[in-house]
């Protein structure tokens, strides 16, 4: 009678054993926050701020206390961005074709300047590329398509990566010098962890 306790007591030792592997097993195991969803809004998010936001909202020159946009404020201070009406994007767009219309490889240094100002408040986990890409004469009565990437912040490659979202908008305006209309150009923003 007394054998019958011991068969019990190892019979729950053993039972206790596997739950306990069991679930440090499973409690061990990170959790994970589904990546596509978080770049998919963060991508989103940035998608929007570069088409709503003014440079009038990011205009803080007049202010003696807040130089948070010092690179924008000398550009509109300068005078290259010469409208402050423009949204970010607009503006990329007028660098854009300011680019490939004047000789000057300095628009292409403005657009990334305006752009690294703007996207360095992102987390450094974030890696982006901002890519425009439009139709330009070739001199010869037929278009070329030229694609340019303006901006460029990777810390890891876009093949090491499992996902990469790509967020595509139109951008267009009109150039006041010589009130021409510009674009339309796909401003590409893509994003990846």
Do not use: C
Not at 6 to 18: E, K, R, S
Not at 60 to 80: A, Q, R, Y
Request: proline share 5%.
């Amino acid at each position: 009678m007394k054998k019958k306790g011991y068969f019990f007591i190892l019979d729950a030792l053993i039972g206790i054993l596997i739950m306990s592997i069991v679930f440090v097993t499973f409690l061990s195991d990170p959790v994970d926050v589904p990546q596509k969803p978080r770049l998919d809004m963060v991508a989103s998010d940035v998608q929007l701020l570069f088409s709503s936001i003014k440079f009038r909202d990011l205009d803080l020159s007049n202010s003696p206390t807040i130089t948070e946009f010092p690179v924008i404020n000398d550009l509109i201070d300068s005078g290259v961005i010469s409208n402050i009406d423009n949204t970010l994007s607009q503006q990329i767009g007028e660098f854009y074709y300011k680019l490939h219309t004047i000789p000057d490889a300095s628009y292409r240094g403005n657009a990334g300047d305006v752009l690294g100002e703007i996207l360095e408040v992102l987390p450094g986990q974030y890696n982006f590329e901002v890519r425009l890409v439009g139709d330009f004469d070739d001199g010869g009565g037929g278009t070329i398509e030229i694609s340019e990437m303006l901006y460029d912040r990777t810390n890891i490659a876009k093949e090491d990566s499992d996902v990469v979202i790509v967020r595509t908008s139109f951008v267009f305006g009109v150039d006041p010098v010589p009130n021409e209309l510009w674009g339309p150009y796909v401003f590409e923003v893509k994003m990846w962890e």
